[in-house]
């Protein structure tokens, strides 16, 4: 079992940036996958941005060029750095750990973009 705590969401103004955090803890292999995802009410969960145990990375366009996913794999953590942020990037931002065909999720934590 993985259990995720995600922090740092918020309301934010439009131009605005935010820095999101991921804590992981329990079964946590060497090679695994961490990220962000985002999902507003009525319409599916969407990948935001996602970083390998070795440093990979991988962007939705709507993203990409303003944000920063980073991760400290000593502390089993990854990050979301979202800069120039729009009233599109309203939604609530989830963690997801992946490894060898697992996923978990964190709850989540609200973004509101809005002036």
């Known amino acids: 079992q993985v259990q995720l705590v995600e922090s740092g969401g918020g309301l934010v103004q439009p131009g605005g940036s935010l820095t999101l955090s991921c804590a992981g803890s329990?079964?946590?292999?060497?090679?695994?996958?961490m990220g962000w995802y985002r999902q507003v009410a009525g319409k599916e969960r969407e990948l935001v941005a996602t970083i390998t145990s070795a440093g990979g990375t991988n962007y939705a366009n709507s993203v990409k060029g303003r944000s920063t996913v980073s991760r400290d794999n000593s502390k089993n953590a990854v990050y979301l750095q979202m800069n120039s942020l729009k009233p599109e990037d309203t939604a609530d931002y989830y963690c997801?750990?992946?490894?060898?065909?697992?996923?978990?999720w964190g709850q989540g934590t609200q973004v509101t973009v809005s002036s």
């Open positions: 329990g079964t946590i292999f060497r090679i695994n996958t």
């Open positions: 997801r750990y992946t490894d060898y065909g697992l996923s978990y």
